[in-house]
């Protein structure tokens, strides 16, 4: 207020007041004080004017210092802006604004009524010489809004349940029906291990395949892709996070067995051999029509006549195979895990694309051994029971580990590169793919070839970022994986002396994004690939 | 000291052969609560750029799911599926009275030894001050918590048993447990999974979005684009609301780039945020954010100075 007020009102004793309508301008004004764009005149003042923009227009239409506005003279134009400055900032408190609507000031006019003349639309002094000649009234760039949303509703069940489309609909009924054949499978397996290890596989897959339907479901929402303040990757990230979870379960179910093995193992033993007679006799009140653990005995009540089909193991392999022709479900699990498969298997089998699933191979093999095992008549022994649960049982455990490490990777913010390029044989689409990415690569020509294992490392692509000619260096390279579909790379490059126009930037970041790209985003073919948002910080050498 | 366990036992019991079982696979979940907890401190290299600050949460994650898929296990059994007794329960499935007592010494002695780690690991990190409640710790504690609950209730229902011949006890009390382990492992699971996701906190969210709106006030910055912001965890003792993050800027026609990056970088580093920023020309619209795409900014204009009239 000190440096503008006194010679505002110094200037304005000599003006002719009622100027009707002065706050047209006002909207103009706050704009530039909050743009800056008078900074160079009042240096001290700058900080302070960015904040209260919004109250320094509403002191502005104040009839206290209506009278004290007129239109700028040449003479005192330095002066004006300063005061504009410092009433913009100091006025503010000292006159607390009773009333900030526009329309209130229409009748503070002082002179006499002239009706139309300075209310039309538009900055009243914008088109004087003055302001043509001094740019002082600058027109303020257009400032977008706000880029993000703060944060986009999650939906609620009844929401998701509404939004639900046909397909999506049918998919979650049969996620229900692969849930009841679960629950059959695991209520008939009375007394089997193997079938209990079945039933253990089979609500895996229930609940991969229940969280491949929310993922599908939840796409319908914004929030999912969009990125607000919040949740600034979307929250694609959930399906990551539901795939940990999952392999935890299979983790789980792996150590469970191998307990229920070991103890059935154990309780065998001690019935062969009693050390000591009251835990034997225990455990032999617990199973008591096990009485030769290593004869033919039949385990309790499951006994499937040779001969017949056992239907328990069969519904199982029916609702894998719907579930992994039907809804693809594993097929992201599977990609982030990366599991190299033997290549006969792929030549052998024409379905190698639902087996080279880790999770349906299991299911399926597992599943349909059962289902023989009865129909050629082998009798069901019951080390046989035994070794078949064991099998499972390791198999989930490493099947499980190895998910968990991959996924837990993705949740810790890192990068795990591709291993060597085709090892994922069994997979069909390998070879279109692999020469879409050299197609990629003939056309980057400056891209170095390394070849070999060692291609699409983190370490090579950063090693081919500095072998650019403008980039003297790599302050930071952060490459991590949000989700499935969307990794980020984040440069921080140090240029050489000499190359900081605009073109070649352009050009530098657009070819630093084609590399990372190339490089490490996989599979073109397979799906939803993998896509890099690469940011590149500049800085000049020196 | 499972094994040794296991292999002090190995001639003598049933029960605590079995029950040297479940211990071991516990001290494999406290081995890897341990682990994470030292990995935590481990600095940042090229393949995890941002440390393993997150660690400890998976771990807390990890082991909230477990007692959750555990409590599934627990309370399916104690509806009538009696075949195969695990974890919790396992003294009754064989029948209560053999070796009920000895059931309960293993335990016991399950419980000292998962005391004494319990013990160990704040002490291992009290010295560090942690600001955050440490998910890790959390669920360590709540598998401990299981354990013992989980023993009560076989000591509790075998007396109830004793005096009063009727056999639902047993499920009664695993039950009870179960949804008890149940409630207190959901609240874990569900802030492990929060920050796993990388949701903003809603207060940091807040001065955030303040901090945002200001970044075009800055001098040559004419629009911004792809804002992404995580929350910094990778030493627990520095940063208690640090930010890192990702953002594109546009600067002005004339104005210098370093110039503006500095301007922005320094403006958002005032506010806690560290940013990789990348500056870009207006009306280069190549980069993958789409500034110069949209033009958003001129409906906007007119609609507003509309908007007064």
């Known amino acids: 207020m000190a440096p503008g007020l006194p010679s505002i009102e110094l200037s304005g004793t000599s003006s002719a007041p009622g100027e009707p309508s002065f706050h047209f301008t006002c909207d103009d004004y706050d704009k530039d004080t909050g743009q800056g764009s008078a900074a160079s005149v009042v240096q001290g003042l700058e900080p302070s004017v960015a904040a209260p923009t919004r109250r320094s227009s509403s002191a502005f239409l104040h009839p206290q210092h209506a009278a004290l506005l007129r239109p700028p003279t040449p003479e005192s134009t330095l002066i004006n802006m300063a005061s504009e400055e410092g009433s913009a900032t100091a006025a503010s408190p000292a006159s607390a604004p009773k009333n900030p609507f526009n329309f209130q000031t229409q009748f503070i006019s002082t002179g006499p009524v002239k009706p139309n003349i300075g209310q039309r639309r538009g900055h009243r002094y914008k088109h004087s010489s003055i302001s043509a000649q001094h740019q002082f009234f600058q027109e303020p760039p257009p400032r977008p809004p706000p ?24 998919r979650l009924w049969w996620c229900c029906c692969h849930a009841a054949v679960a629950m059959y499978v695991f209520f008939s397996a009375e007394g089997s291990l193997a079938m209990t290890a079945l039933s253990h596989l089979v609500f895996f897959d229930v609940g991969s395949a229940a969280v491949c339907v929310a993922v599908d479901v939840l796409g319908n929402f914004e929030v999912w892709r969009r990125s607000s303040i919040r949740h600034p990757f979307g929250l694609q990230r959930a399906e990551v996070l539901a795939g940990f979870a999952m392999s935890v379960f299979l983790v789980f179910g792996g150590f469970d067995l191998i307990s229920h093995n070991l103890k059935h193992l154990l309780e065998s033993v001690g019935e062969h051999v009693p050390h000591h007679p009251t835990a034997a006799t225990a455990a032999a009140a617990a199973t008591p029509d096990r009485v030769h653990s290593h004869g033919h005995s039949h385990h309790g009540a499951r006994y499937i006549s040779p ?224 896509r890099w948002e690469v940011t590149v910080q500049t800085s000049t050498e020196g | 000291m499972a094994v040794q366990a296991f292999y002090g036992y190995v001639t003598d019991s049933l029960g605590l052969l ?179 996701l990388l949701t903003i906190p809603p207060e940091t969210e807040y001065s955030l979005r303040e901090t945002l709106s200001g970044i075009t006030g800055l001098r040559g910055v004419v629009s911004y684009a792809a804002p992404k912001f995580w929350v910094d965890d990778r030493n627990a003792v520095s940063s208690a609301d640090k930010l890192l993050g990702v953002m594109h800027v546009v600067a002005a026609k004339g104005a210098d780039m370093e110039d503006v990056r500095d301007r922005v970088r320094n403006y958002l580093l005032e506010h806690k945020i560290d940013v990789t920023l990348q500056v870009e020309r207006e009306g280069d619209n190549t980069c993958w954010c789409g500034v110069g795409r949209s033009t958003l900014a001129q409906p906007h204009m007119s609609t507003r100075s509309v908007g007064i009239f």
């Open chain 1, 307 to 530: 001969g017949t089909v056992d239907l328990a193991s069969l519904a199982a392999a029916a609702s894998t195979l719907v579930s992994a022709y039907g809804l693809r479900n594993h097929g992201r699990i599977r990609r982030v895990m990366r599991v190299p498969l033997p290549s006969y298997l792929g030549s052998i089998l024409p379905a190698a694309g639902i087996l080279a699933n880790p999770f349906h191979f299991l299911t399926l093999c597992f599943s349909f051994l059962m289902l023989l095992l009865p129909l050629v008549s082998v009798p069901h022994f019951v080390w046989l029971d035994r070794l078949i649960c064991a099998a499972i049982a390791a198999s989930m455990f490493v099947l499980g580990t190895r998910l968990a490490v991959a996924q837990g990777l993705m949740l810790l913010m890192s990068y795990s590169g591709l291993p060597a390029v085709g090892s994922s044989g069994g997979d069909l689409k390998m070879g279109s793919d692999r020469k879409t990415v050299a197609a990629g690569k003939k056309t980057d020509e400056r891209t170095v070839v390394v070849g070999g294992a060692s291609e699409s490392t983190v370490s090579s692509v950063v090693r081919e970022i500095e072998s650019e000619p403008q980039v003297a260096g790599v302050e930071e390279a952060q490459f991590w994986q949000v989700h499935y579909g969307l990794a980020m790379a984040n440069l921080k490059v140090r240029l050489v002396r000499g190359c900081v126009d605009d073109a070649t930037l352009s050009q530098l970041r657009s070819r630093l994004a084609r590399v990372v790209q190339n490089r490490l985003g996989e599979g073109y073919g397979r799906g939803g690939n993998l």
């Open chain 2, 18 to 196: 079995s029950d040297s079982i479940h211990m071991f696979f516990d001290c494999v979940a406290l081995g890897i609560g341990l682990f994470a907890a030292v990995a935590s401190k481990w600095p940042p290299s090229e393949r995890f750029p941002y440390g393993f600050g997150k660690i400890e949460t998976l771990s807390g994650f990890g082991n909230g799911v477990f007692l959750g898929l555990l409590v599934n296990l627990v309370g399916m059994m104690a509806f009538g599926h009696h075949h195969h007794g695990h974890g919790h329960s396992h003294g009754h499935s064989h029948g209560c009275n053999g070796h009920a007592y000895e059931d309960k010494h293993s335990h016991n002695h399950g419980h000292s030894h998962s005391h004494q780690h319990h013990d160990e690991k704040p002490s291992h990190t009290h010295g560090h001050s942690h600001s955050h409640d440490n998910e890790n710790m959390h669920g360590i504690y709540l598998h401990v918590l299981a354990d013992t609950l989980g023993s009560a209730a076989v000591i509790a229902s075998t007396v109830l048993t004793h005096f009063w011949k009727w056999s639902g006890w047993d499920p009664l009390a695993s039950f009870l447990i179960a949804v008890l382990i149940l409630l207190s492992a959901l609240p874990l699971v569900k802030s492990s999974a929060r920050r796993l």
């Open chain 1, 147 to 170: 880029v993000l949303p703060a944060s986009l509703p999650v939906p609620t069940f009844k929401e998701a349940w509404a939004s639900m489309q046909r397909e999506q609909r049918a």
